[in-house]
């Protein structure tokens, strides 16, 4: 796929369709009598002898009326498909232009050029809350698995997958890949190629996404197992399998309804099935109901009750034109379309929307082309794959990060929004099965979380009693309210908050022992939290710095610092969110109330949690690295989680 050459957002740049320019024109006059797209009419306007792929939808005929008018005008069929009344074909685009007088053709249309759209984000949806033991979670399905995408496959059609990468080579069920083989005949399509009929399934654990690593984040951001980060880089659905479709790094509609009608024909043969397909790629201009990919996506769910999602783009814009993707506007009920919400990395539910993020119209009377849903996409860290033994750099769509290497990167995009969505869906159809694909989407928008940036929010037209907003659909995607919904109605632990050890054991030594730190545990109580810093000797320390030791956590998107100052082997001073400090013997104590931790309610999850002294500099961190290297878990924050009360 070609990406664009953008800023820092350009991580995630999405797959748009574009027209190749128009060669030296040749004019011709048909009679029309066939609809032609207005970008077939532009190819048509230049040199008819060039070769090209396009799509010809047929009204009528039988399966021999139509290959007679298709070898008649000199035209070869790349792909038949019956269910959906179109073929592809590839010839001289005279050849095409001929079948615009056959009684027996609807219209044609043209084979565009594709690109990719394209941490806390999972504590901004909740989404940690069904998995872990505190918000009233986890929650679990009705065989008792807690909800993490057990027994769930989620369909990915992209540029393929490096399933060698730690955090993938258990969760890739599936990795097919559509060859675009040198053509060898005349007719030759534009990029020299196009896919075989046969898919090709890659060996276990290899790389199907050779040029543009936008399969791999994408496929992190929806069953990524968290494996090169101790747990601390996951999916949203970690136990779920990908079925990845590799639609290729160079590609046009064509791959991506190969892929797709592909996944409709072998449906029965995939484990776990399919119960969700995300699409992080799009077409520019207006929803077109005859286009390939939406006919094969409305087939997936009137026929597979599969959920489809798609990118909703990443143009931006103010709402004064619709600019989300043609493919995301798609009404039919199951298939949803995602914004880029920014959680600002810290978790908060009350953040912006990503600036790139594809707006709809402004008052649009029919609200078709406004997202359905917003999800976290804006420099989120996720998988990246290793390309040509160079790591996290995906041709420039995953900006490397030296605190995440050489497994992750940073990336921005609606195209990591969507497999976000994609995964909260593989979590929903685990705790009810039953749920059709409109039931689940309807469960997505009516729980989401009304945060107020950008346009106001107005009556749905098309979900009685709701609201929806032209920049971020019905707001930001809420797991723990759609559990609890009473459609869905999964239980939860109810796990009352208990003392937890953040970090244990000595992870070596610094220069002075009042700044080694040995253990840190957390005591969410009725009025506040008790942290207990545990150092290896008190007693020694600097004759002229006072050490201090500090706990950090962040809870609803905000980070508050309990901080303890040690004046003396007996004597400590508590600042910041803390209230009390004191010392006894080598063991540190911190009250912070919860007044000075912003009132969280019962069950509000505190994250990121770790602990660090500093004499001058950083000496030591828990959970961290060995000394001198304290700035890296600043950077990169462990997985350490606690309900605050």
């Not at 039931?439 to 098309?462: I, M, P, R, S, W």
């Not at 912070?592 to 030591?620: C, E, I, M, R, W």
């Amino acid at each position: 796929m070609r990406f664009r050459s953008v800023s820092l957002a350009l991580a995630g740049a999405a797959l748009v369709a574009t027209g190749a320019p128009p060669a030296a024109a040749v004019s011709v006059s048909v009679p029309a009598t066939a609809i032609v797209t207005p970008g077939l009419a532009q190819q048509l306007r230049g040199d008819l002898t060039e070769p090209a792929v396009a799509f010809v939808h047929f009204r009528s005929g039988s399966a021999a009326q139509r290959s007679k008018v298709l070898d008649a005008a000199g035209l070869e069929t790349v792909m038949a498909m019956p269910e959906i009344n179109t073929t592809a074909v590839t010839g001289t685009l005279g050849a095409i232009a001929a079948l615009k007088t056959s009684p027996l053709v609807d219209h044609l249309q043209e084979n565009t050029k594709l690109e990719y759209f394209d941490d806390t984000a999972d504590w901004a949806t909740r989404t940690r809350q069904l998995q872990l033991p505190l918000g009233g979670g986890p929650y679990r399905d009705g065989a008792g698995n807690i909800l993490d995408g057990t027994g769930i496959g989620i369909g990915i059609v992209d540029s393929g997958v490096d399933a060698s990468h730690p955090d993938l080579s258990n969760r890739v069920a599936t990795n097919v890949r559509f060859a675009c083989v040198p053509f060898i005949t005349t007719a030759n399509p534009p990029d020299g190629c196009y896919p075989t009929q046969a898919a090709i399934t890659m060996p276990s654990g290899t790389n199907s996404d050779l040029l543009s690593g936008h399969g791999t984040t994408v496929t992190g951001m929806a069953v990524g197992d968290g494996s090169a980060s101790s747990g601390y880089f996951k999916g949203t659905a970690p136990g779920a399998k990908a079925h990845v479709f590799a639609a290729g790094a160079g590609g046009h509609v064509l791959y991506a309804v190969q892929a797709l009608s592909y996944l409709h024909r072998n449906f029965t043969s995939f484990s776990p099935a399919i119960r969700v397909v995300n699409n992080s790629y799009g077409g520019a201009g207006p929803y077109d109901p005859l286009d390939p990919v939406s006919l094969w996506a409305n087939k997936l769910v009137a026929d597979r009750d599969v959920v489809i999602t798609f990118a909703a783009g990443n143009d931006g814009g103010d709402g004064s034109t619709p600019l989300t993707s043609s493919y995301c506007r798609n009404p039919t009920p199951g298939i949803i379309c995602v914004a880029n919400y920014d959680e600002a990395n810290t978790g908060t539910r009350n953040g912006d929307l990503d600036v790139t993020s594809s707006r709809g119209l402004a008052g649009e009377a029919t609200q078709k082309s406004w997202p359905d849903i917003s999800a976290p996409g804006a420099f989120v860290t996720t998988t990246c794959g290793r390309l040509s033994g160079v790591l996290c750099d995906s041709v420039g769509f995953v900006l490397p990060s030296g605190a995440h290497e050489p497994h992750y990167g940073d990336a921005s995009g609606t195209s990591l929004s969507a497999p976000l969505v994609a995964g909260a869906v593989a979590l929903v159809r685990q705790a009810k099965p039953s749920l059709t694909a409109a039931q689940v989407e309807d469960v997505l928008k009516d729980t989401a979380h009304k945060f107020v940036f950008g346009a106001g929010y107005v009556t749905d037209v098309n979900d009685a009693g709701r609201t929806t907003s032209s920049d971020k659909g019905a707001g930001l995607l809420d797991l723990v309210a759609a559990v609890n919904d009473a459609r869905v109605g999964a239980p939860g632990d109810n796990v009352a908050a208990t003392p937890v050890t953040i970090a244990s054991g000595d992870g070596g030594d610094t220069v002075f022992g009042a700044n080694d730190i040995v253990s840190v545990a957390a005591a969410p109580g009725a009025s506040g939290v008790t942290y207990t810093i545990t150092v290896r000797d008190a007693t020694n320390r600097s004759p002229v710095l006072v050490p201090t030791v500090s706990v950090r956590q962040q809870i609803n998107g905000v980070t508050y610092t309990a901080t303890a100052s040690l004046t003396s082997a007996t004597t400590a001073t508590a600042t910041g969110a803390a209230t009390v400090a004191s010392i006894a013997g080598n063991v540190v104590t911190l009250f912070a109330p919860y007044t000075k931790l912003g009132n969280p309610a019962v069950g509000d999850a505190a994250y990121n949690v770790f602990a660090t002294s500093y004499l001058g500099v950083v000496q030591d961190a828990a959970p961290g690295p060995q000394p001198g290297l304290a700035l890296d878990s600043l950077l990169r924050p462990q997985a350490v989680h606690f309900a605050v009360r």
